[in-house]
């Protein structure tokens, strides 16, 4: 291995010091999964004899249960033995210059204005010692710390603050939630970890920092935040160029507490390699993602989802306390082949608790799009209120959009509104655009952001730009 | 000549609705284009900005000495050729004025201008927004959402004046407009004739003409023009109807 690889794994893999570092470049199970792999995995991982217990009693449950098939996707079978469930860091092809990368891939780097290291890092291009974000991350990590926020990677957070984890873990999406979310309890790799303590602000967005520790966190990303009483955070997860994985299979698991008076923000932009535009390949993203929101706490979702062949994925807000808050705001895009079951679930069980979905759903191409949602109101949930909007736009006639709305209300004094919308970017409103001077792929993109504005002034100020750009990218092509 | 269109044929779902249309505007010219319903008014209009569901299968147009029928839509736009819509599209989500910002510097970098910025912007519309009594409330709407007919409209000739084009395509642009907005779009159109520019008005009614005077008149009847005249031809038609046009063709066949 030359010594410019070296450097950059070892500062990829800095989260990891305390745990295997040494060991793990050579470390890679065979392909399967039994106990013994699940025993390996903790150990190698020196966690502790809890945390082993928790896998072991997700994998046993895991061995009962089926694939869900309810979702309105064509997946194609999985092989569950087939894959290594461990090999971290995960080893990308070394490449020796930005030349051998993908041209397609070069390209979107280049449109979405991405520094030139950053480019070689996430490529997989050896890169010079230096890497200015890396110290980057370590100041804004002093900082966090002086207030008492805990920002490391999950593994770290399990050595070092084992009573937040085993409290958290778990407790919003319960080892037995559904077939992917305990598959991920068995065998997570890692993924990140924040306490934010008690009236603390987290004075910036957590993005930067996880955007380098995000390419080691593996195929079962575990994520926990845990938001103390009137503390506030923002999170932002996400790599805004397109990852090319060997992994197949993404199962990750998301849990938020929001601890009275608290409120989270969670931001996702999404782009994983979504297969080629004849539909092979492509990540299969299943995702559970869920907040609980206590008394007067809030917690918002916001989304934008433009790559993988397939996603699944409803992160939602179980709204337990009274007067809390839950959100969500979407954008889905889907072209060529693409296949996107989402949506959320506001499970009101507070009084006067409160829930506003907006949900912009895209097809082009081949791409099959789904809104899912539902709506639950509790007996006790008096005063509650509900608003959803789901829009779908559709780009060419060979898409698809469907919606299932579920509802379920048990206290008569609640109050629930669903809104829905099918429209199609028509010729004319293209034409119209042309007419004026703008080329007709400007004109798509004007479409749809206008169509998606509601969703993207939810995110922050910077990622909503990138998100713009990134959702042209994934419609490129899509009218002829 | 700025515009030379011969022998034009233009299909529709392959129907053919213009059979061999010929016309020729200078710059500095207002024509008018007249005729019963059908008669093929709005398709020349539309052919000639480019429409895609518009097929021209024989003849040619020539715009500023080029071939117009080779270009994109996109190209003839911002060569200069303006199209006001009979049923402009809305956009929603998009800022009206956001969209004609973006519509100006598409023009302008085609013409090796320096792009505006939004300063710059929104001082060039203040000036054009008041000749047609756009206020600043719907330059922040939606492009078109929600929009009266009669603003919509005034909205077409607005953009019109901020693009500047070289030649403008008016197409009904009367259709639905109580009479204060007629004389509101008809005031601002007025306001852009000038001698480097040419406008053709495409028009069902005389009232409209009566506030935008035209040099030409020419009438449509079956995707030809058969009658061309100045300005008094609109009021013989107003008197006589179309019908007498269509009566004299088939007596001169008979």
């Not at chain 1, 745990?19 to 792999?37: H, S």
């Not at chain 1, 890169?127 to 920002?151: H, M, N, P, Q, Y």
């Not at chain 1, 770290?156 to 873990?169: G, M, N, S």
């Not at chain 1, 932009?269 to 492509?282: E, H, S």
Request: glycine content about 8%; overall charge negative; hydrophobic content about 40%.
């Amino acid at each position: 291995m030359s010594t410019s690889t070296e450097t950059i794994e070892q500062l990829a893999s800095r989260e990891y010091k305390y745990g295997f570092e040494t060991k793990l470049e050579t470390d890679t199970f065979p392909p399967g999964l039994d106990e013994q792999v699940v025993r390996m995995l903790s150990a190698i991982k020196e966690e502790p004899e809890w945390l082993l217990e928790f896998r072991l009693k997700s994998f046993r449950a895991w061995l009962q249960m089926k694939e869900p098939a309810w979702h309105n996707l064509k997946i194609q079978p999985i092989d569950y033995q087939a894959a290594s469930y461990y090999s971290a860091p995960k080893k990308k092809p070394e490449l020796k210059s930005m030349d051998e990368v993908d041209p397609e891939v070069r390209r979107t780097f280049e449109r979405l204005g991405i520094p030139l290291e950053e480019q070689k890092l996430l490529s997989g291009v050896a890169v010079d010692a230096v890497f200015d974000s890396v110290s980057v991350a370590t100041t804004f990590r002093a900082k966090l710390l002086e207030l008492g926020i805990i920002f490391c990677s999950f593994s770290e957070a399990v050595k070092h603050h084992p009573e937040l984890v085993k409290k958290h873990l778990g407790s919003v999406v319960p080892y037995t939630d559904n077939f992917y979310a305990t598959l991920n309890s068995a065998v997570f790799s890692d993924g990140s970890f924040v306490y934010v303590p008690k009236g603390v602000r987290c004075p910036m967005e957590l993005s930067t920092y996880f955007r380098i520790n995000a390419k080691n966190t593996g195929q079962f990303e575990r994520t926990l935040i845990v938001a103390d009483e009137g503390s506030y955070v923002s999170y932002l997860e996400g790599c805004t160029a397109p990852m090319r994985d060997e992994h197949q299979l993404h199962a990750a698991v998301v849990e938020l507490v929001a601890l009275d008076h608290a409120t989270i923000k969670y931001s996702t932009i999404q782009n994983w390699y979504p297969g080629d535009a004849q539909g092979k390949g492509g990540i299969y993203n299943f995702v559970t993602k869920r907040g609980r929101a206590d008394k007067h706490s809030k917690i918002t979702w916001t989304q934008v989802e433009t790559g993988s062949a397939i996603t699944w994925k409803y992160p939602s807000c179980i709204l337990q306390g009274d007067y809390s808050v839950g959100e969500f705001y979407s954008v889905a895009t889907t072209n060529n082949w693409q296949q996107a079951d989402t949506g959320t679930k506001m499970i009101h069980l507070g009084k006067h608790s409160r829930s506003t979905i907006v949900s912009k759903g895209i097809s082009a191409g081949h791409g099959q799009n789904t809104y899912r949602g539902a709506v639950k109101i509790a007996r006790n949930a008096a005063g509650a209120r509900n608003y959803s909007q789901c829009d779908s736009l559709l780009i060419g006639d060979k898409c698809g959009a469907h919606t299932f709305p579920y509802l379920e209300i048990k206290n008569s004094t609640a109050r629930v509104e669903h809104e829905a919308s099918t429209s199609k970017i028509g010729e004319d409103q293209i034409f119209y655009c042309r007419q004026r001077g703008l080329s007709s792929e400007d004109a798509v993109n004007m479409i749809v952001s206008g169509f998606c504005k509601e969703v993207f002034r939810e995110l922050p100020m910077e990622f909503a730009v990138e998100a713009q750009k990134l959702l042209s990218i994934s419609l490129e092509g899509s009218v002829g | 000549m700025l515009l030379d269109v011969r022998d034009l044929r233009v299909s529709v779902e392959d129907k053919e609705i213009l059979q061999g249309l010929s016309l020729a505007v200078n710059t500095g010219e207002v024509h008018a284009i007249m005729g019963p319903n059908g008669s093929g008014k709005s398709t020349l209009a539309r052919a000639l900005a480019g429409h895609p569901a518009y097929a021209v299968t024989a003849g040619t147009a020539t715009y500023d000495g080029k071939d117009l029928l080779a270009m994109s839509p996109e190209d003839r736009a911002r060569e200069g050729l303006f199209m006001a819509f009979q049923y402009p599209v809305e956009i929603p989500g998009i800022n009206n004025a956001y969209f004609l910002k973006a519509a100006l510097n598409a023009v302008r970098k085609h013409r090796g201008q320096e792009e505006l910025d939004a300063v710059e912007f929104m001082a060039l519309v203040k000036e054009k927004a008041k000749l047609l009594d756009i206020d600043r409330e719907m330059l922040g709407r939606s492009v078109n959402e929600g929009f009266s007919g009669g603003e919509k409209k005034r909205n077409e000739i607005f953009q019109m004046a901020v693009l500047e084009p070289r030649l403008a395509l008016l197409d009904e642009t009367d259709s639905g407009l109580d009479i204060d907005a007629l004389k509101i779009v008809a005031n601002g159109v007025n306001a852009l004739r000038r001698p480097d520019r040419a406008i053709v008005v495409v028009t069902h009614y005389q009232r409209l003409l009566n506030y935008i005077v035209p040099d030409f008149v020419h009438v449509l009847s079956q995707g030809r023009i058969v009658r061309s005249g100045g300005k008094e031809l609109a009021h013989e038609l107003e008197a006589k109807g179309y019908g007498w046009i269509d009566a004299e063709l088939a007596g001169a066949k008979a």
